[in-house]
């Protein structure tokens, strides 16, 4: 699986929209992109994933650069619940097993 | 209320007492896993199971066992827990479909142990 590099931390206000960049520029063309976000130890909770397409749903929107090696998390009005590490992972998931391989993730600090 | 559910939340044990941490899931997926979380490790696959009867290692087995003799239990054993087996647990289940990909995991609130 490629492996993502992402800025250890950042924060921003509440109610403004957090962007959260993540790097994978050595992503295989049946590698899809996921986020997911895990609060102060709790189980991670799935959040997006995408191939090429943007994505959008009720959580976030995610943003896949054309050539792939790129994605933005999108959290359009932050609250002081989303603060979190976020993870982006990649993976094809070959075979059937969820070789989804958490990093270390970008911990997002929402202030008030 | 679709979830997973680990038991116990918090476990305190000594060196080479048996201990299981259970997981349950009402969701009716096919796909169990188990997880350990250190500091500066990130996750971990210990074991899956691909359904009922079928369990695969993940990349740290050694020393846990684990049994799916039903598919919306996936208990893991520790027969003789060790201190360097302390670690916060997280199970996660997801349906299977073909292809994988486009299925997300399902995570318990973990449990968090502590071997003396």
């Known amino acids: 699986d490629a492996k993502t590099t992402q800025p250890t931390s950042m924060d921003c206000a509440e109610g403004r929209a957090a962007n959260l960049p993540c790097n994978h520029s050595?992503?295989?063309?049946?590698?899809?992109v996921y986020w997911y976000r895990q609060i102060h130890s709790q189980g991670p909770q799935y959040i997006i994933h995408g191939l090429k397409n943007n994505e959008t749903n009720e959580m976030a929107s995610l943003i896949i650069t054309e050539d792939r090696k790129s994605s933005t998390l999108i959290l359009p009005h932050a609250t002081l619940r989303d603060t979190a590490v976020y993870y982006c992972?990649?993976?094809?998931?070959?075979?059937?097993?969820?070789?989804?391989?958490f990093g270390k993730g970008i911990t997002l600090s929402v202030r008030p | 209320e679709a979830q997973v559910t680990q038991n116990p939340r918090y476990l305190i044990t000594v060196t080479g007492k048996k201990l299981t941490v259970t997981c349950s899931q009402n969701?009716?997926?096919?796909?169990m896993s188990w997880y350990r979380q250190d500091p500066g490790l990130g996750l971990r696959q210990i074991y899956y199971s691909m359904n009922v009867e079928v369990t695969d290692k993940g990349d740290v087995p050694e020393g846990y066992k684990v049994s799916r003799k039903e598919k919306r239990n996936f208990p893991l054993i520790l027969e003789s827990p060790s201190p360097n087996q302390t670690s916060l647990y997280f199970c996660?289940?997801?349906?299977?479909?073909?292809?994988?990909?486009?299925?997300?995991?399902?995570f318990g609130s973990g449990t968090q142990l502590s071997v003396l």
């Open positions: 996660a289940s997801r349906r299977m479909t073909t292809p994988a990909t486009n299925e997300k995991l399902f």
């Open positions: 992972i990649v993976s094809a998931q070959a075979g059937a097993n969820s070789k989804l391989t």
């Open positions: 969701m009716n997926h096919e796909y």
């Open positions: 050595t992503i295989s063309g049946n590698e899809y």
